[in-house]
C-alpha cells in the first residue's frame, strides 16, 4: 500500500489508447448497476415524490458516472477539461433529487414553512455551485454539493424520520449515506493498494454498495 498521488498505467487495444482502464472500468460497472437499479424500481408501483426523486437520483448518478468513466478517465486525453463539466452538473443535480427525496419523505412531520424552505435552500444551493464549477473547474466544489447534500440535508431528514417512527427505510438509508460519505473520503485520499486498484477504484465499490442500500430503502418507502 501507497500513500502517492496514482498512475494507473495506460492499456492498448489495437490502436486504442484507454488512459486508467480499472478506474474507467469500476466507473461503467457501477453506472450500468445503476441503470438496472433504475429499471427495478420502475416495476414498482409506487407513484410518491419520494420514490420517484429516489429514482431520478439512481438514474442520473449512473448518467453522470458512465459520462465521467468515458470523458474524464479513459479518454480524457481527447477531450479539454471543460469536457468534465456535463458529467460533473448531472452528478451534482442528481443529489438534489436525493435531498428532494428526503425532503419529501419527512413532509408530513414538519411544518408548510420549514418543508418549502428546505425545497427553496436546496434549489439555490445547487445553482450557486454550479455557477462556482462551472467558473473554477474544481472538482472540490462538486465534492463539497455531494457532502452538503448528503450529510447536512439527507442524513438529518432520515434520521428525524427514523428517531421519530422506526421506520426502515430511512434506517437502511443512513447506511446507505454512511458508506457513500465514506467512498467520498477515499476518493480523495490516495491509499493505493494497487496501481491496478486504486483509492478511486475503491470507491466506486463503495459507491455501489452504497446504490444496494438505497435500493433496499426506496422497496421499503412508504406509499402515501
Not at 487495444?13 to 424500481?41: A, R
Not at 448518478?61 to 468513466?69: Q, S
Not at 445547487?126 to 439527507?154: A, D, K, Q, R, T
Not at 422506526?166 to 490516495?190: E, H
Request: charged letters at 10%; proline letters at 4%; glycine letters at 6%.
Amino acid at each position: 500500500m501507497i500513500f502517492l498521488e496514482h498512475i494507473q498505467p495506460d492499456i492498448m487495444l489495437g490502436n486504442l489508447k484507454i488512459q486508467e482502464p480499472v478506474t474507467t472500468l469500476t466507473d461503467l460497472i457501477l453506472g450500468m448497476y445503476c441503470l438496472y437499479v433504475t429499471y427495478k424500481l420502475g416495476t414498482h408501483q409506487n407513484t410518491t415524490p419520494p420514490f420517484k426523486f429516489l429514482r431520478i437520483h439512481i438514474f442520473l448518478l449512473g448518467f453522470a458516472v458512465i459520462t465521467g468513466g468515458i470523458l474524464g478517465h479513459g479518454f480524457q486525453y481527447h477531450f479539454s477539461p471543460t469536457w468534465k463539466i456535463p458529467g460533473w452538473y448531472i452528478g451534482m443535480i442528481a443529489v438534489m433529487f436525493m435531498e428532494r427525496s428526503s425532503i419529501e419523505y419527512i413532509k408530513q412531520s414538519v411544518s408548510h414553512r420549514l418543508h418549502k424552505a428546505l425545497l427553496l435552500i436546496n434549489l439555490v444551493e445547487l445553482l450557486v455551485i454550479m455557477v462556482i464549477v462551472s467558473g473554477s473547474l474544481n472538482f472540490f466544489w462538486v465534492e463539497f454539493h455531494s457532502v452538503y447534500g448528503l450529510l447536512l440535508v439527507v442524513f438529518p431528514c432520515h434520521l428525524y424520520n427514523y428517531t421519530k417512527t422506526k421506520d426502515p427505510a430511512s434506517k437502511i438509508m443512513l447506511y446507505g449515506i454512511a458508506v457513500l460519505v465514506t467512498a467520498i473520503f477515499v476518493f480523495n485520499y490516495p491509499i493505493i493498494l494497487s496501481k491496478w486498484f486504486t483509492n478511486y477504484d475503491f470507491a466506486h465499490v463503495l459507491m455501489l454498495l452504497s446504490i444496494i442500500f438505497f435500493y433496499r430503502a426506496g422497496l421499503r418507502f412508504r406509499t402515501n
